[in-house]
């Protein structure tokens, strides 16, 4: 749960009430967020910044796996 490794658990109720999921965080701006109810600039910055970093790590994790399948394959 990004929001554990976040230390920001308590939004996590928020998130589940509007029931929004990780592909709808993905999409989501600060203004969301503090529509969403989150008043706090700075922990809406976190998890902004904690989903890119998310999406940066799957993509990199992706490149890693075609990368070995590549080399097998060449």
Same mark, same amino acid.
């Given at each position: 749960?990004?929001?554990?490794?976040?230390?920001?658990?308590?939004?996590?109720?928020?998130?589940?009430?509007?029931?929004?999921?990780?592909?709808? $965080?993905?999409?989501? *701006?600060?203004? #969301?967020?503090?529509?969403?109810?989150? !008043?706090? /600039?700075?922990?809406?910055?976190?998890? $902004?910044?904690?989903? *890119?970093?998310? #999406?940066?790590?799957?993509?990199?994790? !992706?490149? /890693?796996?075609?990368?070995?399948?590549?080399?097998?394959?060449?």
């Amino acid at each position: 749960n990004i929001l554990k490794k976040l230390h920001l658990e308590e939004h996590y109720p928020l998130f589940v009430s509007n029931e929004v999921d990780v592909s709808a $965080l993905r999409e989501m *701006t600060d203004d #969301d967020l503090l529509e969403l109810g989150i !008043r706090n /600039k700075i922990e809406r910055k976190a998890i $902004l910044k904690g989903v *890119t970093k998310l #999406d940066t790590n799957d993509t990199l994790n !992706r490149l /890693k796996h075609l990368l070995f399948v590549f080399q097998w394959t060449w």
